[in-house]
């Protein structure tokens, strides 16, 4: 395979979509011959913000989101997550510290803190009033496995 292969999803953006989402990926990735495993580090970091997206953006009641994702062949995997919820930059987050006891840490940032170690890039944009946060994950010279 040469050419980027995409995958287009329209959410509601509730926490109870995300499994039939996640099948959707699996086929897709399946029916496009993805390299084994390539998405298992992807779908862990979509996991994560498209639950932060239902949980906070829209407070568990659903709004709309949008995924796209892309594999550049040979090895490389591209995620955008668009959402309509209040202007939030999840890259502007504090990375947590670590080395504070768990009963002492603030709740949350933890997940957003993950995804920042796995992906190769991560960033965030407000059109209008939409967020917009692109990540992606190559696993060609990747260090972070």
């Avoid at 979509?17 to 390299?35: I, N, Q, S, V, Y």
């Avoid at 995924?67 to 062949?73: A, D, I, K, L, Y």
């Avoid at 670590?98 to 920042?116: T, Y």
Wanted: hydrophobic residues 40%; glycine residues 12%; negative net charge.
């Amino acid at each position: 395979m040469k050419n980027p292969v995409s995958l287009r999803c329209d959410l509601h953006g509730t926490v109870q979509e995300l499994p039939a989402f996640f099948e959707r990926l699996d086929g897709w990735a399946e029916a496009a011959d993805l390299p084994p495993g390539l998405t298992t580090k992807l779908g862990l970091m979509l996991d994560e913000l498209l639950t932060n997206v239902a949980m906070h953006a829209y407070g568990g009641q659903g709004g709309p989101v949008s995924v796209e994702v892309e594999f550049v062949p040979p090895q490389a995997l591209q995620a955008v997550i668009r959402d309509r919820g209040p202007a939030f930059d999840p890259t502007g987050l504090p990375a947590p510290d670590l080395d504070i006891a768990l009963e002492e840490r603030d709740i949350g940032g933890l997940g957003v803190h993950f995804v920042r170690r796995l992906a190769d890039r991560f960033s965030y944009r407000r059109e209008g009033d939409c967020n917009e946060v692109t990540l992606g994950y190559s696993s060609v010279g990747n260090t972070r496995r």
